[in-house]
């Protein structure tokens, strides 16, 4: 179907479809005329992103910013890079950060229980 009638089906306006298709919301599908048309696929993706949009009260920009975050290793490095330095991330603790830190509350704990010489 042309854009017109997914736009209706959908419930939204051409240009708001154009806009999503713009972000890489969905694929970009051209007949030889270079009309979009969009198939059940393409309409069940649309819906999806916007019940994405709704639940988590997010803009189609934001999903497609999230979607190239999950799909650039760079990009994702350096959000988390920022999430950590603005404290909205914790740096994941590493088994052998886990285990220095056992070792310190053991050295610790045998200090404090030790009797005191006292000659």
Do not use: C, W
């Not at 350096?78 to 886990?98: E, S, T, Y």
């Amino acid at each position: 179907m042309r854009i017109t009638e997914a736009a209706r089906r959908l419930g939204m306006s051409p240009r708001m479809l154009r806009y999503r298709e713009a972000l890489g919301l969905l694929p970009p599908i051209r007949n030889q005329g270079a009309h979009r048309r969009f198939g059940p696929e393409e309409l069940s993706a649309v819906a999806q992103g916007v019940e994405l949009e709704k639940r988590f009260d997010i803009s189609p920009a934001e999903l497609a910013f999230a979607l190239r975050v999950l799909s650039e290793p760079a990009v994702a490095q350096a959000v988390r890079d920022l999430g950590l330095r603005i404290g909205r991330l914790q740096a994941p603790r590493r088994a052998l950060d886990f285990e220095k830190e056992k070792a310190l509350r053991l050295l610790q704990g045998s200090t404090q229980s030790r009797p005191r010489d006292r000659s």
